[in-house]
């Protein structure tokens, strides 16, 4: 419990320093905010020409593609306002041999690691998505009752916990090579699977993506609580993505045992 207090303090002061840099510069940051909006906004416009130029996808309105893309918007930015930084930090670590010191700290070395990941910049995304959500539950007549947003709370929340997860799988590979590549790259193209609906998959897709490899539960499952479709217990997914962060440390200390400075 002491460390858990101690990481998220760390989170704090780290976040504070973050904001107070990228504050002394502030057309360089409104500059790096709008890229980064733009970054986000492709994936869901491409998706969103596809669907109003195709015949969609199946069982989806267009207001509730909308819906999804908000959704998709938001999650993606609040994460990587948690964690963005997390991969380059790693990599900066690794390749330096700095990881030796954080190794001596009393605090665990993955989450000091995971609390170095904030980035303010991806502001603009969680209020795009939050306006093209409101804007779309709008649209839908969605009316919010407790038990809903309680259940979306939790989808949230379990999304959030499988993105710290995946963030924790790279860190563990990253300290087993010095030059990592194009690792960031396939896990962004590993992750992207999270940005389309579950019904674009086979069955047995559709199996892994919500209880083995759970990208479904980043989007998809926010997305379905919403609209009142969800027929999978919420505390089964939160379960779920427990399950698979248990798993990602698993991975970590495994890794970490192995390291033998800069790279192992």
């Known amino acids: 419990m002491k460390s858990i207090i101690k990481i998220f303090r760390y ?5 504070k320093l973050t904001i107070a840099r990228q504050m002394q510069y502030r057309l360089n940051f409104f500059l790096s905010t709008t890229i980064a909006l733009v970054g986000t906004s492709i994936g869901p416009l491409i998706q969103l020409l596809i669907v109003t130029n195709t ?15 908000g959704i998709l918007l938001f999650t993606s930015g609040f994460s990587n306002m948690l964690f963005g930084n997390v ?25 000091t690691i995971i609390s170095s990941g904030f980035n303010l910049e991806q502001l603009g995304s969680i209020f795009a998505g939050l306006w093209l959500i409101i804007w779309a539950s709008l649209k ?3 009316v919010l009752s407790p038990l809903m947003l309680i259940a979306f709370f939790i989808a949230i929340l379990s999304g959030i916990i499988i993105h710290m997860a995946i963030n924790i799988i790279f860190s563990a ?15 962004h193209a590993i992750s992207g699977f999270a940005n389309y609906p579950l019904e674009l998959f086979p069955k047995a897709v559709q199996i892994v993506f919500l209880f083995l490899i759970p990208f479904a539960v ?12 969800i027929s999978i217990n919420i505390i089964t997914i939160f379960a779920v993505s427990i399950m ?3 798993i990602s440390l698993l991975i970590w200390i495994k890794s970490i045992r192995k390291y033998s400075s800069a790279g192992g």
């Open 218 to 229: 980043m989007v998809y499952i926010p997305t379905r609580v919403l609209l009142g479709h």
């Open 55 to 69: 015949r969609g996808y199946p069982g989806w309105t267009l207001e509730q593609v909308f819906l999804f893309q």
């Open 140 to 142: 839908l007549n969605i």
């Open 11 to 15: 989170f704090i002061k780290y976040s």
């Open 244 to 246: 698979f962060f248990l």
């Open 87 to 111: 991969k380059n930090h790693i990599i900066g670590l690794v390749r330096k041999g700095d990881l030796d010191v954080l190794l001596l700290k009393p605090i665990p070395t993955i989450g």
């Open 173 to 187: 590979i990253a300290v087993k090579i010095v030059f990592t590549g194009r690792l960031a790259e396939i896990f």
